[in-house]
């Protein structure tokens, strides 16, 4: 038996997702972005959401996911985008992800290759997760609350962290330049 999505609802596809072929989870992905969701045009990208927007997406499983993009991007009440076009809202979500994962690729391409010393030192067991980027912007910046830093749109805080890792790069060569001179 042959199910035709355009005819079935989210929630409907949700429902069947378990018992779903690898041939059909695989087309899922494929679908399409389209141009409006539960009444609501898409963006273009996710460039306009806030860092505290951007790290909220982070969802553990389809229907988290889709219950954060209902509040975040499309500003609807979960239940709009159970009852969409499962067609429709799959091809978002999964475009969503795509987008999510652009960005991540992004933010991953700021950082530095730490020092040996810095790996010894235990530089590698740091990790503060989203917030500890928003609070380091917002110490960057010299926000007295992390939340006025959330509320600042990534792509800003992705500039700047590149800003700081560059600078960083920098100041370590100079520095192996200097003690290379003076030995």
Not at 132 to 150: E, K, L, V
Not at 159 to 165: K, L
Request: contains cysteine; charged residues 30%.
């Amino acid at each position: 038996m042959k199910i035709t999505i355009k005819k079935r609802t989210t929630r409907q596809v949700l429902a069947i997702e378990r018992v779903l072929t690898p041939e059909s989870r695989a087309a899922l992905q494929t679908l399409p972005k389209p141009d409006k969701v539960c009444g609501v045009r898409t963006p273009r990208n996710l460039n306009d959401l806030t860092i505290g927007d951007l790290f909220s997406l982070q969802a553990d499983g389809t229907h988290a996911l889709i219950e954060r993009i209902a509040s975040v991007i499309l500003k609807v009440h979960p239940r709009r985008c159970y009852n969409e076009r499962a067609d429709k809202m799959l091809g978002f979500v999964f475009w969503v992800g795509r987008e999510l994962e652009r960005i991540a690729a992004l933010f991953a391409s700021t950082s530095n290759q730490p020092t040996p010393e810095e790996i010894k030192a235990g530089i590698n067991d740091l990790d503060f997760g989203p917030f500890g980027i928003i609070d380091w912007y917002a110490h960057r910046q010299g926000y007295q609350d992390q939340n006025d830093a959330a509320k600042v749109a990534w792509v800003r805080v992705c500039e700047c962290m590149r800003i700081d890792n560059e600078r960083i790069a920098f100041e370590r060569r100079l520095r192996e330049i200097m003690a290379n001179k003076n030995k």
